[in-house]
């Protein structure tokens, strides 16, 4: 009887040994499946990070592009208003210069008219004359119509031109020494050049310098000896 037992208890040591090992066996295939779906799982979600992260640098390189067109176009646009406003004022600036360049032609015609009455006795004559230049001169002046003021100053291409050289002793040599005609300035612009005479030396100037010289050296020599 008790050896019936003794093998009773035996077997069922065995049996739960046995179970215990079944049970150690799945707990420890559970466990593997579920790292294995833990890792299936992440490998998705990073498959799924890498489809989404190509189309989002996707989007980001076709929006720094939008942007770069759009600041291009802006920037046109922008040029092409200071264009439009520089023509505008342009046009109010200097839309009055032909107008400008008849009436110089004007000032011209009165100052002979006036030079010529000076010649006689006509007083009353000569001072309509002078009234009216004096409005014309007004007129310009309101418009930015300036005369270059040319005699007594050295010869500027950009603003004289250049009529004949006359030996003189009152100015010193390429000085505007004598005016054929005025000239004048609209704003910043050259209306109509100055035609104007330039001085060089006279031969008295050249005889005069030559006195000199020799009356430097003369001294020089004297001491010498």
Do not use: W
């Not at 000032?107 to 030079?115: M, Y």
């Not at 004048?184 to 030396?201: E, N």
């Amino acid at each position: 009887m008790n050896e019936e037992k003794k093998e009773s208890d035996l077997n069922n040591i065995k049996d739960n040994q046995t179970d215990d090992k079944v049970a150690s066996e799945n707990e420890i295939k559970s466990i593997e499946e579920k790292k294995e779906s833990e890792n299936n799982q992440a490998n998705d979600e990073e498959k799924e990070s890498e489809e989404l992260k190509d189309p989002l640098k996707e989007l980001k390189s076709e929006l720094a592009e939008t942007k770069d067109k759009l600041l291009r176009v802006l920037a046109e646009n922008e040029n092409i208003r200071k264009q439009s406003e520089k023509t505008r004022v342009d046009i109010i600036k200097y839309g009055v210069q032909p107008l400008a360049r008849e009436l110089v032609n004007v000032v011209d015609n009165f100052e002979r008219a006036i030079n010529s009455v000076l010649e006689t006795t006509e007083k009353k004559t000569l001072e309509g004359f002078e009234l009216i230049q004096k409005d014309i001169t007004n007129i310009l002046d309101k418009f930015n119509v300036k005369k270059i003021d040319a005699l007594g100053n050295p010869f500027d291409a950009n603003l004289h031109q250049a009529m004949f050289e006359k030996p003189t002793e009152e100015y010193e040599p390429g000085v505007v020494c004598e005016i054929v005609q005025d000239g004048y300035t609209f704003h910043d612009r050259l209306l109509r050049p100055a035609m104007v005479g330039i001085s060089q030396k006279s031969e008295k100037s050249e005889e005069k310098n030559e006195l000199e010289e020799e009356t430097v050296e003369k001294p020089q020599k004297d001491e010498l000896d």
